[in-house]
């Protein structure tokens, strides 16, 4: 027996999901091919010719920009349900995927990693039902609320790991991640998030050889609106 991957060789994902074929052989005859999507017998044309095909997705979209009209390229898409899903968009900002499993999704775009100009978008609920979903999905990047630097007693400090940390009804903070993804400053030190109005705090990490710290949790940071930048510098 031998398995065919069928898949793009442009890397655009609007073209459909790869998909595999076993082919049986006896000597140097075919006696068989099965699709493994769907368990079914694929039988040749009339000019012995066998048809392979993508699969059609049942989740497809766009990411784009925060002016909700630019594509962002080799952007990363979640989905988070009875599976979760990591997945990418191409060079014109589409995303697709076949889930697997009915139910619900929570689907959102990350930010690209170092820029702080943009931030992940809000989650979107998708229901796939009987296979079905929704293909013409646009996530839009949001612009960020909150901004800042990590810094020490010796400079600031690049590809520093932050998480956010949210005051509760009690007056203590939880770990916040489901709700913003912990990210990474840049090259410069500086980091951004988009944070619904709240009291929170960050915690990086260890930074001895660049800014000569330890790990460290930042003072309260107060986010009033979603349309006022804060600067919360570490």
Known sequence: DYEFYVYTTDGSNRHGIPRRYKVTMNGE????????????NVNAGSDGIYAFRLSAPNLAGTVVGTDG?????????????????????????AFSALLEQDGSYSVWAMAPQYDITKADSAKTSVTISNGSGNTNLQLRLRAPTVQGTVSGPTGVSPYNYIEVLKKNDDGYFDYYG???RARSTNTQGKFAFYLDPGIYKFQTQADEENAGGG?????ECVVTDTS???NCSI
Not at 29 to 40: K, P, Q, Y
Not at 69 to 90: E, F, K, M, R
């Open 29 to 40: 005859s075919i006696t068989a091919v099965t699709d493994m999507v769907t368990g079914l």
């Open 215 to 219: 790990r460290t949790v930042s003072t």
């Open 69 to 93: 009209s630019t594509p962002i390229p080799n952007s990363s898409v979640q989905a988070d349900g009875p599976i979760g899903y990591g997945l990418s968009t191409d060079n014109s900002g």
């Open 178 to 180: 489901y709700n913003a």
């Open 228 to 230: 006022t930048v804060i």
